[in-house]
């Protein structure tokens, strides 16, 4: 069964450093794309970018470039999302998501879901 | 950043067709970029629904439909059931902002 499982729940102060991970099995890590998805409280879905494996090659949204980083460690089947100085405005639940093998990147979704992990940033 | 919009909530008695659309653009949708669709209970992490504008993925019961047209899409849920009670979002990609792009989220209720 292919699952993606991740960190547990944060709870940081305004201007600290927060890694979390999303590890993923029962697949070829380093041969699909793996991404992040914000959702901020009561609100909708916004794509934050996406990183393949295999090559460490990574796309970012306009929104999200220069505001967070995405890595992967394909020696632990393990990617992740990375701030450097948190604001109270990145408070939201986070979810790490794997898109199919499609070589045109604009057809591709996503599939499956991490559990998510909720990040709160309050003083 | 949402550039598809759908309406925020719909609702139907159980057995009922509801429908949920998704409008977009000709950067997006309208540019032929195939419209995906999720479901998202109450508490739990998105589910993919329906890809590639109709197709379903294996265990989605088939009461849920997808279809695109133009700068639109829509989801169908026929046979409406009190487990169907969701958030549903629709997804794409957008060609001018060079991004996944989401829908605004439609609530479903079933009275």
């Known amino acids: 069964e292919v699952q993606l499982v991740q960190s547990g729940a944060e709870v940081k102060k305004p201007g600290e450093s927060l890694k979390i991970s999303c590890k993923g099995s029962?697949?070829?890590?380093?041969?699909?794309?793996i991404g992040w998805v914000r959702q901020m409280p009561g609100k909708g879905l916004e794509w934050m970018g996406i990183?393949?494996?295999?090559?460490?090659?990574?796309r970012y949204s306009p929104s999200f470039q220069g505001q967070v980083t995405i890595s992967a460690d394909k020696s632990i089947s393990t990617a992740y999302l990375q701030w450097s100085s948190l604001k109270a405005s990145d408070t939201a639940m986070y979810y790490c998501v794997r898109q199919p093998p499609m070589q045109q990147l604009v057809r591709r979704w996503f599939d499956p879901w991490g559990q998510g992990t909720l990040v709160t940033v309050s003083s | 950043q949402s550039v598809l919009t759908q309406p925020p909530s719909v609702s139907g008695a159980p057995g009922q067709r509801v429908t949920i659309s998704c409008t977009g653009s000709s950067s997006n949708i309208g540019a032929g970029y195939d419209v995906h669709w999720y479901q998202q209970l109450p508490g739990t992490a998105p589910k993919l629904l329906i890809y590639?504008?109709?197709n379903r993925p294996s265990g989605v019961p088939d009461r849920f439909s997808g279809s695109k047209s133009g700068t639109s899409a829509s989801l169908a849920i026929t046979g409406l059931q009190a487990e169907d009670e969701a958030d549903y979002y629709c997804?794409?990609?957008?060609?001018?902002?060079?991004?996944?792009?989401f829908g605004t989220g439609t609530k479903v209720t079933v009275l």
């Open positions: 029962g697949y070829s890590f380093t041969s699909y794309w």
């Open positions: 997804q794409s990609y957008d060609s001018s902002l060079s991004l996944y792009v």
């Open positions: 990183i393949y494996p295999g090559d460490s090659d990574t």
């Open positions: 590639g504008n109709s």
